[in-house]
């Protein structure tokens, strides 16, 4: 069981994506507009679905505004396919989207697979090459200080840092840590991952390869 806050001006989706998630055990609190978020409700959220297309704040909006206080998974639902209103999206802290219409099956599946990985709680410190990751704290530091990673890019930057050497497909890296084998990955994922390389290239770090023709991996000299 899981408090979800879900955000959409259509009544009729606003009922849809309640009926769904409570069907999970998940208590559901919905909002017509972003603007309707406080600090309060986003700490007591375990996750929070945003529709992008709102009159007055629109996803986006709210995603910025809530981001630094709602430390969990974000998902936008979005009619939107442009790869740049999807890479904005990203930018701004999102987690993952999906796509409207959507099947209520793969919004279950979607939210359930955030939601575990979420309470995967390792109790370790492990090290790659200047980097330090708190496998329990989800933060990775150089030099003790915490570089600042989405709870999504960690996950990706994690996986590929404990697998250092092996080349990982976009779908791969997304079934890995999401748990779930999405159709919105590819966009996603590179997303993340330019956004990972850039906040590490801050401090001196480009452990991330692509690999033409399949996907990217993590250094192994960077053990």
């Not at 909006?61 to 998974?73: L, N």
């Not at 990985?117 to 200047?130: L, V």
Request: glycine share 8%.
């Amino acid at each position: 069981m899981a408090n979800i806050i879900a955000v959409d001006d259509d009544a009729d989706v606003r009922s849809l994506l309640t009926t769904a998630l409570q069907r999970d055990g998940h208590i559901v609190k919905a909002f017509p507009t972003g603007s309707g978020l406080t600090a309060e409700s986003c700490r007591w959220a375990d996750c929070i679905l945003l529709d992008v297309m709102m009159p007055g704040e629109d996803g986006f909006a709210t995603c910025q505004r809530i981001r630094s206080i709602a430390d969990c998974p974000i998902l936008f639902l979005t009619a939107r396919t442009e790869e740049a209103d999807i890479i904005r999206g990203l930018g701004l802290g999102g987690d993952d989207y999906l796509m409207k219409p959507f099947r209520v099956t793969e919004l279950r599946a979607r939210v359930n697979a955030h939601l575990r990985r979420e309470r995967r709680t390792p109790h370790s410190r492990i090290r790659k090459g200047e980097l330090d990751f708190d496998l329990k704290e989800r933060l990775v530091y150089h030099n003790e200080i915490p570089i600042r990673l989405t709870r999504s890019e960690y996950a990706i930057c994690e996986h590929l840092a404990v697998h250092a050497g092996q080349s990982f497909s976009k779908e791969q890296i997304y079934e890995a840590v999401f748990g779930f084998d999405g159709t919105a990955d590819d966009s996603a994922i590179t997303e993340h991952i330019k956004n990972i390389r850039a906040k590490l290239r801050t401090v001196g770090c480009e452990p991330i390869e692509t690999v033409w023709g399949v996907g990217y991996k993590w250094k192994r000299e960077q053990q």
